[in-house]
């Protein structure tokens, strides 16, 4: 995607925010949301429920950490490192799940054709907080703009080749995300009133 086509401009429409983006960049965003959405389903699916633990409270665990640096990066931002390793498996299914549910919402409010995006309820507005950030990270880390996390270098075999005549592009486009969110989390705060004291 050519960076003519970087652009977006959200503004308020009563209750509802609106996004506009160029027909090309939801077309890119919807393939990379949907990535990054079966790279946390494939997660999911590592899951297991047959521990006792996961038996008992009914919910699948994670048994082992990830080992795919992109993956790793994006967990690494909401749950943090310097936990336990038990502590960390604990909260990932829940964490996972809550993103893979953001994707889901971004997903549903892209337009299939054109570039207007429209949020109508607070829950959309926090999906699109929260999924395009991680996707963003995921995205960064795969596309080699940022480097894998510490502790993952062995593991960097099981990611995409990256291509060098992409880096400017896929910087540009690691920038775009997080405009992306940087001017929806601007539009949707409540504009604060003057003090009257």
């Known amino acids: 995607m050519d960076v003519v086509h970087l652009t977006v401009c959200w503004d308020r429409a009563g209750d509802e925010l609106i996004g506009v983006f160029s027909p090309h960049a939801v077309a890119w965003l919807r393939r990379q949301m949907t990535g990054y959405s079966e790279l946390l389903e494939w997660r999911y699916t590592k899951?297991?429920?047959?521990?006792?633990?996961?038996?008992?409270?009914?919910?699948?665990?994670?048994?082992?950490?990830?080992?795919?640096?992109?993956?790793?990066a994006a967990l690494r931002e909401i749950i943090p490192d310097d936990e336990p390793e038990p502590v960390r498996l604990w909260w990932e299914p829940d964490v996972v799940r809550f993103l893979y549910a953001g994707t889901q919402v971004v997903l549903d409010s892209l337009p299939e054709t054109g570039g207007v995006v429209v949020l109508r309820q607070r829950h959309e507005i926090e999906a699109w907080q929260a999924?395009?950030?991680?996707?963003?990270?995921?995205?960064?880390?795969?596309?080699?703009?940022?480097?894998?996390?510490?502790?993952?270098?062995?593991?960097?075999?099981?990611?995409?080749?990256?291509?060098?005549?992409?880096?400017?592009?896929?910087?540009?486009?690691?920038?775009?995300?997080?405009?992306?969110?940087?001017?929806?989390?601007?539009?949707?705060?409540?504009?604060?009133?003057?003090?009257t004291d």
């Open 131 to 195: 999924a395009v950030p991680n996707m963003r990270v995921v995205f960064a880390v795969a596309a080699g703009i940022w480097p894998v996390p510490a502790g993952t270098e062995s593991h960097r075999h099981t990611m995409p080749r990256t291509d060098p005549g992409r880096f400017g592009q896929d910087r540009d486009l690691t920038e775009w995300l997080r405009r992306v969110v940087d001017s929806l989390t601007e539009i949707a705060e409540p504009a604060s009133t003057p003090s």
């Open 47 to 72: 899951y297991v429920t047959d521990d006792p633990t996961a038996e008992a409270i009914g919910v699948p665990l994670a048994s082992a950490a990830d080992e795919y640096p992109p993956l790793v």
